[in-house]
Each structure stands twice: as structure tokens, then as C-alpha cells.
């Protein structure tokens, strides 16, 4: 039988030209996906109080359906950071 050698690499802050510029726009692409969630919110809201007031259930349904929707993306934006340390501090923990 024969062993194979070992890699231990670990991801480093140093090691990456222009990371601080990446994470800068990251960061914007979240504040984006968030105001987007409002806006998304916003919208479904009032095609849900439409649809209600004029009796159309398909149109409260998707109303009902986008609230959701971004509320839940607004949550995964939310918590992306700690989603990511979870699973890389869980994929590191595999050996």
C-alpha cells in the first residue's frame, strides 16, 4: 500500500494582491442585494394589498409568494458571513 503525501493548505490574507478592494466590493454587492430586498418587499406588498383588495387570488398569491422571497434573501444576505465561517470552520474539521 502506498501513502500519499499530505496537503495542509490554509487560506492566508497575504498572500492576495488587491483583497481589501475585492472585500470592498463585496461588501457594496451585499448593501445592493439588501436595498433589493426592500425594494422587493415593497413591490410584493402592494401587488398582495392589490390583489386582496380587488379579489384576484393569484395576484394576492404572488404578493404573498415575493414578501417571502425577500424576507428569506434579506436573511441569507444577512447571515452570509457567519454561513461561510460555518462551513469553512466545518470543511476544515474534516480530515
Known amino acids: 500500500?502506498?501513502?500519499l503525501p499530505t496537503v495542509d493548505v490554509t487560506p492566508n490574507t497575504n498572500g492576495?494582491?488587491?483583497l481589501a478592494a475585492i472585500e470592498k466590493v463585496?461588501?457594496?454587492l451585499l448593501t445592493f442585494g439588501l436595498v433589493a430586498a426592500v425594494a422587493g418587499i415593497a413591490v410584493s406588498a402592494v401587488a398582495w394589498a392589490i390583489g386582496s383588495s380587488s379579489s384576484n387570488p393569484h395576484i394576492a398569491g404572488r404578493g404573498k409568494t415575493g414578501v417571502i422571497v425577500?424576507?428569506?434573501?434579506?436573511m441569507l444576505i444577512g447571515a452570509a458571513n457567519t454561513l461561510i465561517?460555518?462551513?469553512a470552520n466545518a470543511g476544515a474539521a474534516i480530515r
Request: proline residues 6%.
Open 70 to 74: 425577500a424576507g428569506v434573501a434579506a
Open 16 to 18: 492576495l494582491p488587491g
Open 1 to 3: 500500500m502506498r501513502l
Open 26 to 28: 463585496v461588501g457594496a
Open 85 to 87: 465561517t460555518f462551513f
